[in-house]
């Protein structure tokens, strides 16, 4: 078991340090415009590095389907039970539910499906990010402003990244190298600069310890991994495969719900509360994780 913890060194502690750098050099007084960064990060190196997966999918068929289907049915299986836990708890749906929901599937569930798994996790895990960028530009946000509305998806380039990545794997349409090359480079800004702006936002948010949301954060990731778990049984997925939709539940939750929630003015010292403490318990959850999977 010790053999195995110090072999998650190198995997957990790149994450730590990329993300500490962007926390430390925001702290010293570096102020980088975290919005330019995250719309270059949203509007070509996210694009580009699933467009360059899809491209050049190695997984059947079969896998990409049923890890698309096992992505949908975790998210809305996870609406639907949070919505029944924060009923009961007495906490307000509308804040929390999307943190709930949603998982840190770019900037930490992206690196940690390539640093544990390699090439195939991490192809396996853009299809779980695809899923969840669509779903929360669609659902997530209408929750969010109040209102549903179709047209933040159809403003999301990783949308068009999806479509014309596989219409040319599916029509075997083989791109120039020139073309290939250059989405390759710009899809590897992409994790380094999720997880430098993720220390970036750490450092903008105000943490106060919360036994209620430690506790909800708790009991969140009890019920996503039982969900991913019967997902995973019903559609008998397994491997690697199976491993990536399980490592979901114990990731926290993503950086956007809190730039979301400040967006549409939703309570956002509660929603970077609650960010700010799965963001902290994830790091035991995602040891724990590692070291019986791996």
């Excluded at 500490?20 to 919005?35: D, E, S, T, V």
């Excluded at 430690?214 to 969140?220: D, E, G, K, S, T």
């Amino acid at each position: 078991m010790i053999d195995i913890f110090f072999q998650l060194f190198p995997i957990i502690i790149p994450i730590i340090l990329i993300t500490f750098i962007g926390y430390a050099w925001n702290r010293i007084g570096n102020n980088l415009n975290q919005k330019e960064i995250t719309n270059i990060i949203t509007w070509i190196g996210a694009p580009c590095l699933i467009f360059n997966t899809l491209i050049q999918l190695e997984s059947s068929i079969v896998i990409l389907k049923d890890m698309m289907i096992a992505a949908i049915l975790i998210i809305i299986s996870m609406f639907f039970l949070s919505y029944i836990t924060l009923k009961i708890i007495g906490l307000p749906i509308r804040t929390f539910i999307n943190p709930m929901s949603f998982s840190n599937s770019g900037n930490l569930g992206m690196t940690l499906a390539l640093l544990a798994y390699g090439s195939i996790g991490l192809e396996l895990a853009v299809i779980v990010f695809m899923i969840t960028s669509m779903l929360h530009f669609t659902l997530g946000i209408s929750i969010w402003s109040g209102k549903w509305s179709f047209k933040f998806l159809l403003k999301t380039p990783v949308i068009y990244a999806v479509i014309f990545g596989l219409s040319f794997n599916f029509l075997n349409i083989e791109l120039p190298k020139t073309i290939t090359n250059t989405t390759s480079i710009l899809a590897g800004i992409t994790i380094p600069l999720l997880l430098f702006t993720m220390g970036i936002s750490l450092n903008k948010i105000s943490y106060k310890l919360d036994y209620k949301i430690i506790f909800l954060v708790i009991l969140r990731i009890l019920i996503a991994f039982i969900v991913a778990y019967l997902v995973t049984f019903l559609l008998n997925i397994g491997g690697i495969a199976k491993n990536i939709i399980l490592l979901q539940a114990v990731l926290p939750a993503p950086i956007f719900t809190y730039l979301f929630a400040s967006q549409f003015n939703v309570q956002p010292e509660k929603v970077s509360n609650y960010l700010m403490t799965s963001t902290i318990i994830s790091i035991f959850s995602i040891t724990i994780f590692l070291t019986l999977t791996l």
